[in-house]
């Protein structure tokens, strides 16, 4: 690889205001992002995830699983779901997210994509649950995808390439003012397994149940 291809200016925010993304690039090599996604294929208790849409309750092709430091209850997609013990490789995968982002992280929730066909609709993870303007680390294995930004207020749109392998940080205010997206596409046949490392606040929860 060269040299310089591989020195990305971390410091760029890559969003123009209201909110601070950061894409490391590739932290894991192709091995390494290899090793990972195995493990986490095999070893994750995935399960189809539930969500509530306009009130019908409908389950997901994609699969979800959520892991942290204790069984928080975490409610997604208005369904309560509760933490699995975290495993002996998420919390390696944990340590050095930690490390690169210079933040520390609670739980971790996944998905597993299993073609280009499934993807995630605009959201924002501004759950209560969440620590308010808490660090998301979120690390990609497996195929190549396409993610975008878009401003709750201006509709303006940025998009990227979550590379395998790779990190990606959204801090701030970014969940207050942008949704974000994993749009569906024909092109990617593989699967792919995402990881969002967060911060669940547990006083948060108990004054919200
Ligand atoms: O799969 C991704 O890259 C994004 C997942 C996501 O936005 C989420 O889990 O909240
Ligand atoms: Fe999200």
């Known amino acids: 690889m060269d040299l310089f291809e591989d020195r990305r200016d ?17 932290i894991f090599d192709l091995d390494e992002s290899k ?20 009130g019908k309750r409908i389950i997901t092709k994609r699969k979800v699983a959520w892991y942290g430091d204790e069984p928080f209850e975490y409610t997604y997609s208005k369904i309560t779901k509760r933490a699995l013990p975290w495993t002996e490789s998420l919390l390696k995968l944990k340590k050095t997210i930690e490390e690169i982002s210079a933040e520390t992280y609670n739980s971790c929730l996944l998905n597993l994509y299993h073609s280009g066909e499934e993807g995630m609709a605009w959201h924002s993870d501004g759950e209560k649950d969440l620590k308010k303007n808490g660090a998301i680390g979120s690390v990609s294995f497996g195929a190549e ?34 949704l974000h997206r994993l749009p569906p596409t024909k092109t990617v046949r593989s699967p792919r397994i995402n990881l969002t490392f967060r911060t669940i606040v547990k006083d948060q929860m108990e004054i919200n149940p």
């Not at 971390?10 to 590739?26: A, H, I, M, Q, S």
């Not at 509709?155 to 701030?172: A, D, F, R, T």
């Open 145 to 178: 995808r396409k993610f975008a930004f878009k401003h709750k207020d201006t509709k303006e749109v940025v998009s990227m390439i979550l590379e395998q392998g790779s990190l990606l940080v959204m801090k701030g205010t970014t969940q207050s003012h942008w």
């Open 10 to 26: 971390v410091t760029r925010n890559c969003l123009p205001k209201d909110g601070e993304v950061f894409y490391y690039g590739k």
């Open 35 to 54: 090793e990972y996604y195995d493990e986490l294929l095999h070893n994750i208790a995935w399960r189809n995830d539930e969500a509530l849409i306009y």
